[in-house]
């Protein structure tokens, strides 16, 4: 599946933000899905995650009730709603496919991975 992210930019702290991640693939349902980010000079890190039909979400434990992951199948989208933005989140965010909906939050078990969109949060 081909993952096209988008929506980041530049807030202020407090701020928020919606990304997007469009996806070419017509049975995109039977992916689980992740958002995870990469600020400079660190690992890349898990954010959130969503199991294929939406039931199932969960999350870092610094963005928990600040952040929400949902989808819709219909569409073929992936979001990720950031709320209270800290400076700290800063990095660029990446949508993430695991054909196999693991729910899992290694890297290595999302096979197909978005261009990433950079978010930006100033003090």
């Known amino acids: 599946v081909q993952l096209q992210a988008s929506g980041g930019g530049l807030v202020q702290a407090g701020d928020s933000l919606r990304l997007s991640c469009a996806a070419s693939d017509r049975p995109f349902g039977i992916y689980g899905m992740g958002w995870f980010r990469q600020a400079p000079g660190k690992e890349r890190e898990f954010v959130a995650g969503i199991s294929r039909g939406g039931a199932r979400s969960y999350y870092l434990d610094s963005v928990k009730g600040r952040f929400t992951i949902s989808r819709d199948n219909v569409n073929y989208t992936l979001y990720l709603q950031m709320n209270s933005l800290k400076p700290e989140d800063t990095a660029v965010y990446y949508c993430?496919?695991?054909?196999?909906?693991?729910?899992?939050?290694?890297?290595?078990?999302?096979?197909?991975w978005g261009q990433g969109t950079l978010v930006t949060v100033s003090s």
């Open positions: 993430a496919a695991d054909r196999w909906n693991r729910k899992s939050r290694s890297p290595s078990d999302f096979g197909s």
